[in-house]
């Protein structure tokens, strides 16, 4: 079955610096990958998503993912945090190698940005 | 258009309750997911349907069930309330394609007691 894996349960980083939230995926057949927010109290939103073509991914708010199939990864990044992008991510995966399979969350990364 | 819409958004039950949660989709979306979501699993799936059909089901026990009616409109159902069952439940809407991306309602916060 398909998983998906976010080692870090919580990032710090400084406003300004650069942001990296990690993913990492296992699937039988290729991947379609996602990266979503949640503010608190609020659902899920939608950042960005890898189906096919070039690796790198740009989303809403400046964020961007790089799919790696060698290291099968779809790190999150942006290039200078913002204290309003401090949030819980989550990445999640669906297989495309196993017919209609459901979408699969990581536990989610807590990202807080520091003023 | 008007998003994702979850009814309750708080709920409180008892040990042994049943509960039935509803969720409207984005007019247009035939596929409707749910999740459950809590501090230590995160999300983990429940059921997925489109167009009124389960297209998958997660690894749950027999009390949670759901069905998605015409309109698209889902509900889920919880039967024999356990207090491991207090989670925010999520649902999500999409076109209903694999490569979609969906869009998820504000939740319904349950409770047990």
């Known amino acids: 079955a398909q998983s998906v894996a976010q080692p870090e349960d919580q990032v710090n980083v400084a406003e300004g610096n650069p942001l990296t939230v990690k993913c990492t995926y296992s699937?039988?057949?290729?991947?379609?990958l996602f990266w979503y927010v949640q503010y608190p109290n609020r659902g899920l939103q939608f950042l960005l998503k890898?189906?096919?073509?070039?690796?790198l991914v740009k989303g809403s708010y400046g964020f961007e993912a790089e799919f790696n199939k060698s290291q099968t990864s779809f790190h999150l990044k942006k290039p200078s945090a913002l204290v309003s992008d401090s949030a819980l991510y989550f990445c999640?995966?669906?297989?495309?190698?196993?017919?209609?399979?459901?979408?699969?969350f990581g536990k989610g990364t807590r990202l807080s940005v520091i003023a | 258009k008007a998003g994702v819409t979850q009814t309750p958004r708080y709920l409180i039950k008892t040990r042994g309750q049943q509960v039935t949660l509803s969720c409207s989709p984005i007019?247009?979306?035939?596929?409707v997911s749910w999740y459950q979501q809590t501090p230590g699993q995160g999300l983990q799936f429940l059921f997925e349907?489109?167009?009124?059909?389960?297209?998958n089901k997660g690894n749950f026990p027999g009390r949670f069930s759901g069905r998605q009616f015409s309109n698209s409109r889902s509900e889920m159902n919880v039967s024999t309330l356990e207090l491991g069952d207090s989670a925010l439940y999520l649902c999500?809407?999409?076109?209903?394609?694999?490569?979609?991306?969906?869009?998820f309602g504000p939740g319904t916060r349950l409770t047990v007691l």
């Open positions: 999500a809407s999409s076109l209903g394609a694999s490569s979609n991306e969906q869009f």
């Open positions: 699937v039988s057949g290729n991947p379609y």
């Open positions: 890898y189906i096919t073509g070039d690796n």
């Open positions: 999640a995966v669906r297989d495309m190698g196993r017919g209609n399979t459901p979408l699969v």
């Open positions: 007019s247009g979306h035939r596929s």
């Open positions: 349907y489109f167009s009124e059909t389960q297209r």
